[in-house]
């Protein structure tokens, strides 16, 4: 499986970004997909999940504001990140926990 992820970059507070993540080698709809973020000197947190079933969790810090999909004829997973804190400020990575396949980051910036 591979993964690019898109989308990231400089946004003022309270503004909105949508992530894109590309996926090849399986189809979106049969796998687990996950956003996770990284900033430097701390660990790579998760930030949501969806499953086959369309299921989704998310991390207490973006439950309300974030918004995981998937586009299943475009083979892509999105991120749609609302009311944005210098907080939610990071690389953000697309990940298969199956097999830990983790795409390139994108970095977002929110500017408070």
């Known amino acids: 499986v591979q993964l690019q992820a898109s989308g990231g970059g400089l946004v003022p507070a309270g503004g909105s970004l949508r992530l894109s993540c590309v996926v090849s080698g399986s189809p979106v709809s049969d796998i687990i997909l996950a956003w996770y973020r990284q900033v430097p000197t701390k660990q790579r947190e998760f930030v949501a999940v969806?499953?086959?079933?369309?299921?989704?969790k998310y991390a207490n810090s973006v439950k309300g504001r974030f918004t995981i999909s998937r586009d299943s004829a475009k083979n892509i997973l999105f991120l749609r990140m609302n009311t944005l804190t210098s907080d939610d400020t990071g690389v953000y990575y697309c990940n298969v926990p199956v097999g830990q396949y983790w795409g390139r980051g994108t970095q977002v910036t929110v500017s408070s």
């Open positions: 969806i499953d086959p079933d369309a299921r989704t």
